[in-house]
């Protein structure tokens, strides 16, 4: 069965890191690509990162370049969001979701099929 879990949410301050994570289980992860998504109160949800099977290219949502980092760990089954210097707006529940088998990532998130139940993130003074 495949499932994907995410882990690491909380509340900070603004300016502080956290690490989300997400446990991939059921899929050979080396075949797919990983996608972050983020959907706050009132608003749709929006793609945040993107690491494609190799862990060789990574995208990013224009306001978290630089500040955000995604990693893959392929022999644990494991995809990280490293998060740094946080903003209050920065503040959502957090998603990730697997794409395809080309192991590439796409623009379109009715492209990704299995998806994690999400942890909140919430960056506040």
């Known amino acids: 069965q495949t499932r994907l879990v995410e882990s690491g949410g909380g509340s900070v301050q603004p300016g502080g890191s956290l690490r989300l994570s997400c446990a991939v289980a059921?899929?050979?992860?080396?075949?797919?690509?990983i996608g972050w998504f983020r959907q706050a109160p009132g608003k749709e949800r929006e793609g945040v990162s993107c690491?494609?099977?190799?862990?060789?290219?990574?995208v990013y949502l224009d306001s978290v370049k630089g500040r955000f980092t995604i990693s893959r760990d392929n022999a644990k089954n494991m995809v990280y969001l490293q998060m740094n210097s946080l903003k209050p707006e920065d503040t959502a529940v957090y998603y990730c979701?697997?794409?395809?088998?080309?192991?590439?990532?796409?623009?379109?998130?009715?492209?990704?099929?299995?998806w994690g139940q999400g942890t909140q993130v919430s960056v506040s003074s």
């Open positions: 059921g899929l050979p992860l080396n075949y797919y690509a």
């Open positions: 979701a697997s794409v395809g088998t080309a192991g590439i990532c796409k623009e379109q998130q009715h492209e990704y099929d299995y």
């Open positions: 690491i494609e099977k190799s862990g060789d290219s990574t």
